[in-house]
């Protein structure tokens, strides 16, 4: 499995636009980046999942440069039930073993 | 369409004993696993399967063990609880092959041992 890092945390604002960048310097041909969100005391939740260029969904973006050794979620107008943990992880559909780092925790003021 | 369920929701052991975490799911997925995750830590992977009568070992398998006698249950066993194991677990379960890779995550066993 590819490693990924990413920002142990984010601050921001109500109306604000989050983005989040996750580094996979060793990600492989067949490997799709994916992204969940882990609000307190619940399961982590799928929110986008791309292989290239954009993707744009209801809850969030994502873009991938062409060497796709990077990756930036976008979260558009954040409100407080935004603040969550995110995570990045990059696989192929027979990476049995999802690994989940630390996550990057974005906290969203009023 | 329930998706993931885990029962049960809290429990609280006693150092020694052994309890029984649930976890169903009624979406027909091949693959089901196990995360325990830690305050402040991200989630690590216990066991897993991959079908029914196949498991195997993730990152942290020691004190726990698993069977998979049908597609939808999953369930994970404590033999002898010991304070280390004081966690939340997350039972997951996502499909096999195709462009899909979303997993499936039910709320959680928040377990105290003592």
């Known amino acids: 499995l590819a490693k990924t890092t990413q920002p142990i945390s984010m601050d921001s604002y109500e109306g604000q636009e989050v983005n989040i960048t996750c580094s996979h310097n060793n990600i492989a041909t067949n490997d799709y980046i994916t992204w969940y969100q882990q609000f307190p005391s619940q399961g982590p939740r799928f929110i986008i999942q791309?292989?290239?260029t954009k993707v744009t969904n209801e809850v969030a973006s994502l873009f991938i440069p062409a060497d796709r050794k990077s990756s930036t979620l976008s979260l558009p107008r954040v409100s407080l039930s935004d603040t969550a943990v995110y995570y990045c992880?990059?696989?192929?559909?027979?990476?049995?073993?999802?690994?989940f780092g630390a996550g990057t925790t974005v906290t969203v003021r009023a | 369409n329930a998706g993931v369920t885990q029962t049960p929701k809290f429990q609280v052991l006693k150092t020694g004993q052994s309890m029984t975490l649930q976890c169903a799911q009624d979406?027909?997925?091949?693959?089901m696993s196990w995360y325990r995750q830690d305050p402040g830590m991200g989630l690590r992977l216990i066991h897993y399967s991959v079908g029914a009568g196949i498991t195997d070992q993730g990152e942290v398998p020691n004190g726990y063990n698993v069977s998979r006698s049908t597609t939808e249950d999953f369930p994970l066993r404590l033999l002898s609880a010991a304070p280390s194991q004081t966690s939340v677990y997350f039972c997951?379960?996502?499909?096999?092959?195709?462009?899909?890779?979303?997993?499936?995550f039910g709320q959680g066993t928040r377990l105290t041992v003592v």
């Open positions: 997951a379960s996502r499909p096999t092959g195709g462009l899909n890779t979303e997993a499936f």
């Open positions: 791309g292989y290239k």
């Open positions: 992880l990059v696989g192929d559909n027979s990476d049995y073993k999802l690994s």
């Open positions: 979406m027909n997925h091949e693959y």
